[in-house]
């Protein structure tokens, strides 16, 4: 079954602002079932994987209180994260940027008890965000497109999301030629000029989100991970760092979102965890305790230009 916000095609919200709706549970069966925002904070478990839903837009509204709120946000962020957000030439993407991170800081602040400021974010030497000891334990992932972001935690096992924005890309053989494996370039070649754009950007999310959960970023070799661009929503991840048993061993499902996204997750050895779904709605900063709460892997450009797909952001 595949996990799905609502419907799908959907995106399902649920909860006040400020708080985080709980938007059931997908176990094996596909059954959503429900239980308290507050309870599933303190529930994570390792045979779980939250998957929060993430909306980028909440201060795009000129009154002063939205203005405030993204100042507030903004002095949450740490040097790096604020050095990064002056990069940024238009306003929303900066926008954008500031909403997720704080987002990030906020939600795992709920896992850990910190105000969002607190939150002990650092990389690691490929450049993929984690938490310093002694939360190293809680794995998190964070990519986000436009107004949307997905954020997916869980203990104990790296993890990866990519959620992408799928639009044209007339030159989209070369750009497969430059981060496709063999085999994947194959079979994009394979398909009528008309699917290679849908069949691309599933390969890119399903590689992406593999990659990110390896925590290599786009520097290793094609090879150490190898997906298939079918339609099937799972079972498409045939190599993991090289390994055929790890791509069997891990959790690898495309997820339904909306309209002109794609979004994939993988979990190394998480085959048999349960994924829970959440909508998360902040309004500003929260101290002691984040909203009922990344794991970003190396966070990385999107394939919206063939020029932005070698390099990390």
Known sequence: MNPAFGAP??????????TL????TLGNSGTPSTQSSQASLAGLGRGQVHLHHISLDQFQDPSQQAGT???EQTNSLNAHELQRS???LHALDRQHFITARWSLRALLGGYLNLAPAEVPLTVTPMGKPTLSPPHHDLHFNLSHTGGLALLAATLGRSLGIDL???VPLPEVLGVA?????????????SVSAQMRTAVF????TRREAALKALGTGLGGPPEQVEVDGGPARSAWLRALGGSPESAASALA???DVSPGLQAALVVCDGATLQLRLFSFVGTGPRQGHGPESDHSSAEQKKPEAADRLSTTR
């Open 69 to 71: 709120a993204l100042v």
């Open 201 to 204: 950007y599933r390969l890119w």
């Open 164 to 166: 992408e924005t799928v």
């Open 21 to 24: 709706g709980n938007l059931g």
């Open 86 to 88: 002056a990069g940024f």
């Open 177 to 189: 030629a430059r981060v496709c494996t063999d085999r994947e370039l194959t079979e994009l070649r």
């Open 253 to 255: 499902t495309d997820l």
């Open 9 to 18: 095609g959907t995106l399902e919200t649920s909860g006040t602002p400020g």
